[in-house]
């Protein structure tokens, strides 16, 4: 029984670990973009701020991480 409970909690730990990786790279590389917007209505000026999730700048920002170590050789996209 504990046997099977280490491996719960390794598997746990594990994703737990690959979930904060990912919250990392999306947060570092600025996937999540906030736009704000100025309307006015009835003369009264209101600033509506939204975000949203680009994920374009993910692989860019992987690239940046990768090219100093693999020396770009393993980057080449045609």
Not at 32 to 42: A, L
Not at 61 to 77: D, F, I, M, N, R
């Amino acid at each position: 029984m504990s046997a099977s409970r280490g491996g719960l909690f390794k598997a746990a730990l594990a994703l737990s670990f690959m979930l904060f990786v990912l919250a990392f790279v999306v947060v570092k590389s600025g996937a999540i973009e906030t736009r704000v917007e100025k309307k006015t209505v009835d003369g009264v000026e209101t600033e509506i701020r939204s975000h949203h999730f680009n994920a374009g700048k993910i692989p860019i920002y992987l690239k940046s991480v990768t090219a100093p170590l693999t020396g770009k050789k393993a980057l080449e996209q045609d």
